[in-house]
T-cell receptor, first 117, second 110 residues
Framework: GAVVSQHPSWVICKSGTSVKIECRSL??????MFWYRQFPKQSLMLMAT?????????EQGVEKDKFLINHASLTLSTLTVTSAHPEDSSFYIC?????????????FGPGTRLTVT | GQQLNQSPQSMFIQEGEDVSMNCTSS?????WLWYKQDPGEGPVLLIA?????ELTSNGRLTAQFGITRKDSFLNISASIPSDVGIYFC??????????FGKGTRLHILP
């Protein structure tokens, strides 16, 4: 149980275009979803936390107008990278947790590799 | 901000050897976590530690929560090829956010 999927697994887009990444909890309802970014050979950096039906909370330094997060249902959160630039190329990973879980019990998706040309 | 210093950054070992890696911080964490990440995948939780001094095992993996609550270590006994990957330590801060270390890359020599 506690499976999280992401789609697409990889995407290449041209500079200036927007890209949407989906994160789904497949066998549980996630009250909270998290979006992380990971550069090559680096750690995971939390970008934002989203709760179903409310606005996402962004970490300091993350542009909310550039990284649009929508958590429309208990099983789906989306991250849209708007007007993507090459420096946005990265590995984006989501995780999901259920209120009944312990706080640390975030189940991670397999990640989406974004390459902006 | 809060940072976790993880060492070593990478390890090259022979199959069958034991592995030890650790994580330190200038901040106190009430929960320490160890994850493994395979290439192109998300991290998977290996062990969670809740109390200072706690020693917990998961198969060939053993992790300890330091007495000062500012450090933790992970040991892997009798390493096998599938142990290859990146091991991250992480701490759960007061805001219930997971702070990750930079990872230890484990390589197993043929």
């Amino acid at each position: 149980g506690a499976v999280v999927s992401q789609h697409p697994s990889w995407v290449i887009c041209k500079s200036g275009t927007s890209v949407k990444i989906e994160c789904r909890s497949l066998d549980f309802q996630a009250t909270t979803m998290f979006w992380y970014r990971q550069f090559p050979k680096q750690s995971l950096m939390l970008m934002a936390t989203s709760n179903e039906g409310s606005k996402a909370t962004y970490e300091q330094g993350v542009e909310k107008d550039k990284f649009l997060i929508n958590h429309a249902s208990l099983t789906l959160s989306t991250l849209t990278v708007t007007s993507a630039h090459p420096e946005d190329s990265s590995f984006y990973i989501c995780s999901a947790s259920l209120a009944a879980f312990r706080d640390y019990e975030q189940y991670f998706g397999p990640g989406t590799r974004l390459t902006v040309t | 901000g809060q940072q976790l210093n993880q060492s070593p950054q990478s390890m090259f070992i022979q199959e069958g050897e034991d592995v030890s890696m650790n994580c330190t911080s200038s901040s106190i964490f009430n929960t320490w976590l160890w994850y493994k990440q395979d290439p192109g995948e998300g991290p998977v939780l290996l062990i969670a530690l809740y109390k200072a001094g706690e020693l917990t095992s998961n198969g060939r993996l053993t992790a300890q929560f330091g007495i000062t609550r500012k450090d933790s270590f992970l040991n892997i006994s009798a390493s096998i090829p599938s142990d290859v990957g990146i091991y991250f330590c992480a701490g759960l801060n007061r805001d219930d956010k997971i702070i990750f270390g930079k990872g230890t890359r484990l390589h197993i020599l043929p």
